[in-house]
């Protein structure tokens, strides 16, 4: 079985090179007894496993130990270990972290890893979440477990396949390329959740076909909404439905093939991300559905109110998962809303201490600066005053846009498109003269305008006409005349430090 070749290399050289301790994070046991056992096979070490309802015992190869009495206390297993450790072994610690609260276990850890650092022994911590005691920081190397690659995936299909034709239990009806479908739309999910979506496919109907693709891709929808911080968002929006913001969608437009092979061929590297920044109700989470509708790629939304909230189990476990499931299914647009949202909760809500929130966000900038996962990420906020100026600094970005209100030509082309949205020709408007008595408002604005005057005309039983929309126009006052004090200090920030996502932005005013 190969296991995201990265992972598995740099797991080789820790065990080639002695390191003592190594922590592996992952939830996914069944998988990494398969891959530990290969790994010391192919080291030619002896594998024990330890766990608290089983204790030490020995699993596979060397010279057979006897039977190991005793050992289900944490601090005894660590005395047996350090006593076997003559031999080549590798041991494995399943979920040891809740014993790191003993002062003992962490000293006896400690004094372990000294221990070994002169044999042929690794132990592996191996656990779904990573705690780690500061007195072990530096004697400890952490591994996060990638999600399952193509290649494990068509594997398993492959053996279910294998499973399926000798039992004659259900018929196969797939092509190779509907099996490389059907492993892709698997991808993101572990092992076993993949393993129970194809056994769920073929249980609906007693085939394994085609069909099974759209089963599997909603089985994982499911999966991936249950842990909370992550959501398959159907890519709807079209980039023509965004009115103005022309320099913005030129730039996307440029990009379009830029995750195709023949752009790598180029020379190009993948796009990262961008951040668009600005007032709010102009286009900015509209743009960012847009994007993976333009590039055909899937929209992934990250839920950054929650990853703070700390409501839903460890906020960096689940950051991190987030984070694995989106590059496992890379290429993909990663939207994040509302960036600032999460981060204003940080000393405010209580939930969370302001140093956990940073930690998190530390990591969420660090992969943002690293990842090499062609994950695009588009960043929304309609605040400044929240975001930390680590995350404007250079390289986070390709770029930040400045998202403003809409210019009277920009207005025009959102009345145009939210008309004809609603099985209306705008050619029966008279679209300049709604322009000009919208001045000041968002896109948003606008919809709601036209969704208003909609009811009056249907209320009125007549044909929606030019003057219901200018009624709603003047009932509504836009956010602009309440706020135009904020608008303005966002503008004069985002002048010399982003780029306009409209170049008409020179003719605004409110
Ligand atoms: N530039 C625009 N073109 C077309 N519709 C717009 C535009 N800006 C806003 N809207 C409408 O208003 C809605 C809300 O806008 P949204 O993108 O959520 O604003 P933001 O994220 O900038 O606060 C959109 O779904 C869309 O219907
Ligand atoms: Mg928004």
New binding site residues.
Partial sequence: MSSGPAFLRDLDVLIRARYPLVYLVSWEEQRLDAILADLAKSHGRTLFEWSVTRGLRQLSGGRSVPPLEDTQDPHKALEAVQKLSGDPSLVVLKDFHPYFESPKVVRALRDLAHYLKSTFTTVIILSPTLTIPVELEKELTVLDVPLPTFGELAQLLKDIVGVIRRNNKATIELSRTDAEALVKAAMGLTLSEAENAFAKAIVTDGKLSAEDIQRVQDEKRQIIRKSGLLEFYPAE?RLE?????DGLKTWLSRRTAAFGEEARRFGLPEPRGIL?L????????????AIAAQWRLPLLRLDVGRIFSGLIGSSEENLRRAIRVAESVAPAVLWI??LEKGLAGAGGTGLQDAGVTQRIFGAMLTWLQEKTAPVFVVA?A?RIDLLPPELLRKGRFDEIFF?DL?TAH?RE??FA??LA?RGRDPKRFDIPALASASEGF???????AIISALHDAFAEKVELDQRHILGALRETFPLSTTMGHEIQRLREWAKDRTRMASTRTAEVQT
């Fill in positions: 929006e439905n965004v009115g103005g913001l668009l600005g007032v709010q109700g102009c286009g900015k989470s509209l743009t960012a559905k809303d509302e929304t309609n998202v809409p920009e082309d959102i498109i939210h949205r968002s896109g948003s604005e606008i919809e709601q």
